[in-house]
């Protein structure tokens, strides 16, 4: 069974950064759709953005809240999905997902940005 | 930007038929997908391309699509049913995906 954990999300100052990470078990990063979602207190969920297989080129694309502040990146020889978050803002807090292709997500990890 | 329309609550009575729709100018051409979320819990799919269900996902839950509408149906809700469900599907490119707004789900 495979199973996706998300990790690294903390509180920090409104303009910081952080990155987060995705690890998933019977699963090769590099060979499969990979995006983050996110879901700010009691709201819906809000897609981040995703990054191809490397068989399809590896592109990222990104949700516009989020576009040229967040980046979504891989390293293969750690087999790990990384979300890198820069210019942090107030409404970026809230619970991260990492999924595996439409169906694989893990529990969450939450970011909690202050003023 | 692209957007995908729900209806932000849908009641039931237990036993009965709830139907979920979701709407968006793509979807003639992409497929949705539908995750049901328990309070505090991650999202589980319930409906992948359109109309396929997951392994160990009930059969009472199941997914249509026509024009620029797709429907989740869940025949004989259970009260184990509620909870908040989301469709989810990329823009005409393929590379823009969004979540509609939810649907709050109520099985009385």
């Known amino acids: 069974e495979v199973v996706v954990v998300e990790s690294g999300g903390d509180s920090v100052k409104s303009g910081g950064s952080l990155r987060l990470s995705c690890v998933a078990s019977?699963?090769?990063?590099?060979?499969?759709?990979m995006s983050w979602v996110r879901q700010a207190p009691g709201k819906g969920l809000e897609w981040i953005g995703r990054?191809?297989?490397?068989?399809?080129?590896?592109?990222?694309h990104y949700g516009a809240p989020v576009k040229d502040r967040f980046i979504i990146s891989r390293d293969d020889s750690k087999n790990t999905l990384y979300l890198h978050m820069t210019s942090l803002k107030t409404e970026d807090t809230g619970v991260y997902y990492c999924?595996?292709?439409?169906?694989?997500w893990g529990q969450g990890t939450q970011v909690t940005v202050s003023s | 930007s692209y957007e995908l329309t729900q209806p932000p609550s849908v009641s039931v009575d237990p036993g009965q038929t709830a139907r979920i729709t979701c709407s968006g100018d793509?979807?003639?051409?992409?497929?949705v997908y539908w995750y049901q979320q328990k309070s505090g819990q991650a999202p589980v799919l319930v409906i992948y391309?359109?109309?396929k269900r997951p392994s160990g996902i009930p059969e009472r839950f199941s997914g249509s699509s026509s024009g620029t509408t797709a429907t989740l149906t869940l025949s004989g809700a259970q009260v184990e049913d509620e909870g908040d469900y989301y469709c989810?599907?990329?823009?005409?490119?393929?590379?823009?995906?969004?979540f509609g707004g939810g649907s709050k789900l109520t099985v009385l």
């Open positions: 999924t595996v292709g439409a169906d694989k």
């Open positions: 019977e699963i090769i990063v590099a060979d499969t759709w």
């Open positions: 990054i191809q297989p490397e068989s399809d080129g590896g592109a990222t």
């Open positions: 793509a979807l003639p051409q992409k497929y």
């Open positions: 391309e359109d109309t």
């Open positions: 989810y599907s990329p823009d005409s490119s393929g590379n823009f995906w969004v």
